[in-house]
C-alpha cells in the first residue's frame, strides 16, 4: 500500500508530523528559508519520491512567480509610473501604489483588495501605442512587410487580404520547434543559442532608439492593415465608443469634434466619418484625439487624457484586485526576503 501524498510533504492540512531533524538542518536557512522546501525522505519509493518531487517543483515554481510579479509591481508602481509622468525630475516623493492601506473614517472606507485581477477589454485597445514606434523600428516594418508580402504588392497599400495570406503562408514556413526559428537575422550557434554580444547589441539599441510622438495622424501607414484588424476587433467585441468610455472614467464627454481634437484637418476628418462626437468609436478616438502637451515638470507620458486616466485606474485595479499583491502580500506567499 503506497503512502498517502499528504504524508510526504507538509502542504495538506492532514500532514501535521514534521520532518526529521537531520533534513531540517540539511539545508542552510539562507537558500532554503525555515526549511519550508524539505528535500525528500531516504526511504520514499520510486513513485512515493515522484510525486513528492512534482509537488515540492510546483510549489517552488509558484512562490517564485510570486516573487518575480511582486518585484517587478514594485518596479512599475515606483520607477516606471514616476518616469512617464515626469515625476523622477522633482523632489516629490508620491508614488502610485495602491497596496497602501486607505485610513477609514466616518466618510470613507478603505477600497476593496482581492475582488479579481481580471484585465478589461478596453484596456486592449488603449495600449496600442502604434503613433509611439520610432523611425526605426517603422523602416523595419516597413522592410518585413516587404519581404512577406513580395515586389508587387506596396506595403502601404496592402489590403487586409494580402497581409493575411502572407502571414499565413509565412507562419506555416515556420518550424515547430521554437529553437529552431530564426530571429532578426541572427543566426544559432552549434548549441541553438545566440551569440550574447549579438543579443546585447538588440537590446542597447533598441534602448538608446528615440520613440514617435503620441498624436492623431502619427501611425505608420504601413501599418493601416493593423489599425483596421484593430478597428474590426472592437466592433466585434462590441466595446463602448470614446464618449461612453469617457462617462465611464468620469470625464466630461467630448460636445463637438474639436473637443476631440482641434485641429480643423483632424476634426473635419472625424466629422466625414461619424455622425456626432457620440458616434466616434473607442479605437479611432483614441487615436485621433488631442495628446496632452510636454511639460517640465508635468507629463513625461504626452498621450491622450482619455488613455493616461485609463491605463492608471486600469493598473490600479489591477493591483489592488489581485490578492497576491494585497491581502496575501506575506512572508507566507512569498519569502521573507522576497
Partial sequence: MSTPLSSLF???????????????????PRINE??????????????????????????????????????????????????????????TTWNLDPRSTAAKNAFSKPLPQGVGNQVSVEFNLIYRWHSAISEKDEKWTHEQMERLLGDDVDPEEANVRQVLAAMREWEEKLSAEPTEREFGELKRQKDGTYEDDALVKI????????????????????MKTIEVLGIMQARFWNVATLNEFRDFMGLTRHETFEDINPD???????????????????????????????????????????????????????????????????PKSVTNWG
Avoid: W
Avoid at 520532518?19 to 539545508?27: G, Q, R
Avoid at 466629422?271 to 485621433?288: I, K, M, Q, T
Fill in 10 to 28: 507538509p502542504l495538506f492540512p492532514s500532514s501535521i508530523t514534521p520532518f526529521p531533524v537531520t533534513l531540517l538542518t540539511s539545508c542552510p
Fill in 34 to 91: 525555515n526549511n519550508r522546501f524539505p528535500p525528500p525522505r531516504p526511504s520514499l519509493t520510486d513513485p512515493e519520491l515522484a510525486a513528492y518531487l512534482a509537488v515540492n517543483d510546483n510549489l517552488l515554481f509558484q512562490t517564485g512567480r510570486l516573487i518575480t510579479c511582486g518585484f517587478y509591481a514594485n518596479v512599475i508602481l515606483n520607477d516606471y509610473v514616476r518616469t512617464i509622468l515626469a515625476l523622477n525630475r522633482t523632489s
Fill in 203 to 222: 537590446f542597447k539599441e533598441s534602448i538608446e532608439d528615440i520613440a514617435g510622438a503620441f498624436g492623431a495622424n502619427k501611425v505608420p501607414r504601413v
Fill in 264 to 330: 480643423p484637418m483632424v476634426a473635419r476628418r472625424l466629422r466625414d466619418l461619424y455622425d456626432s462626437p457620440d458616434a466616434v468609436e473607442l479605437y479611432p478616438g483614441l487615436v485621433a484625439e488631442k495628446p496632452k502637451p510636454p511639460m517640465d515638470p508635468g507629463s513625461g507620458l504626452c498621450v491622450n487624457y482619455t488613455t493616461s486616466r485609463a491605463i492608471l485606474s486600469d493598473a490600479v485595479a489591477l493591483v489592488r484586485g489581485d490578492r497576491f499583491h494585497t491581502l496575501d502580500y506575506t
